[in-house]
């Protein structure tokens, strides 16, 4: 039997991929490879996937229905669905908001059809996002907060996900699994995340913007802790046609001027600080509870942010000479 996996060349999907091949599955991935952030990052990371056995792509827009239905089709051995594609990013949102009706909420929706007539689905796992809780103030962030709140159109497209496979888990019993991931980061991460953006700059020698004077505050979620929650949970479906949803995080909530000096540490170099005031779309501070995906599966985050950043900062060397040298021709 095979997995479905979309967002294959992303950065959650690159390293789930990896997870699920490592145990010996077959992984379909799926991607369209748009330019949102550098094409060679998503490309390098194809390239290490690609040779590894039980793996095979297919550069495919989640949101175009007939070459998804095509893509099932030929392969009727799928039984899983991991969906991590979508259009990301908070304030990107603002810019180019057609691009998320497109991706989060048409392509979400294909998804569902396909996992309601393939009658050896066994369990859809979705990306939804901490996003949803919005101005939500009490924390830790629980599932069983409100979430009607939302302070940006990709966090209203994440909820509308969740509904939507409420809705399809009641009507057509499929078994879902939306997971709210917490500011994922780690090795391959994206280029459009602060502390990527941070560490390029820092680099260069350039100022970085700091919202709030570094106060704001995030629960920062190590890459490898996200991944062994993806796999418990896709190892575990609901009984019955339960559409549930849980969070998925480093149950720790850090401020963004530790996640700076901990950057600069790595880096050897001092960053350069302009201070702005914090965005309308940006919450001031996220924290998961991660009671439920812990009792279910084990998961208990291992990664704190002092041990993940400096991780970070190693392959981030490596990968800007790589790119020095792309950009020469090399």
């Not at 078994?175 to 502390?195: C, I, K, S």
Request: aromatic share 8%.
């Amino acid at each position: 039997m095979s997995i479905l996996l979309t967002g294959a060349a992303g950065f959650i999907g690159y390293h789930v991929a990896e997870a699920l091949l490592a145990r010996g599955e077959r992984v379909i991935g799926i991607d369209n490879v748009n330019a949102y952030y550098d094409v060679r990052l998503k490309r390098a990371r194809l390239a290490r996937l690609e040779p590894q056995d039980g793996f095979s792509f297919h550069e495919l827009d989640i949101s175009d229905r007939a070459a998804i239905q095509a893509l099932a089709v030929a392969h009727p051995d799928i039984d899983r669905i991991v969906h991590l594609a979508a259009q990301a990013g908070v304030r990107h949102s603002m810019v180019d908001p057609w691009s998320y009706a497109s991706s989060n909420l048409i392509g979400h929706l294909v998804m569902l059809e396909l996992a309601r007539n393939m009658p050896k689905c066994q369990h859809l796992v979705y990306a939804s996002s901490s996003s949803v809780y919005g101005a939500n103030r009490v924390l830790p962030f629980t599932e069983t907060d409100r979430v009607d709140t939302p302070l940006s159109l990709y966090a209203a497209t994440k909820r509308a996900d969740e509904l939507m496979s409420h809705a399809y888990g009641h009507l057509y019993a499929i078994p879902q699994t939306g997971l709210r991931f917490f500011t994922v980061y780690g090795p391959w991460g994206r280029p459009d995340m602060a502390y990527f953006m941070f560490a390029r700059a820092i680099l260069a020698g350039e100022p970085i913007t700091v919202y709030d004077e570094g106060r704001l505050k995030r629960d920062f979620t190590y890459v490898d802790d996200i991944v062994a929650g993806v796999v418990g949970a896709l190892d575990r479906p609901p009984e019955g046609p339960a559409a549930r949803v849980l969070n998925i995080g480093n149950n720790r909530s850090e401020t963004v001027g530790e996640l700076i000096a901990l950057l600069e540490t790595a880096l050897g170099r001092r960053a350069v600080l302009n201070h702005a005031p914090r965005p309308l779309a940006d919450v001031e501070e996220t924290c998961a509870s991660v009671d439920a995906i812990g009792a279910l599966t084990g998961f208990a985050p291992t990664t704190p942010l002092s041990v993940g950043i400096p991780r970070f900062a190693e392959w981030y060397r490596v990968w800007q000479e790589r790119v020095a040298g792309l950009n020469l021709g090399a």
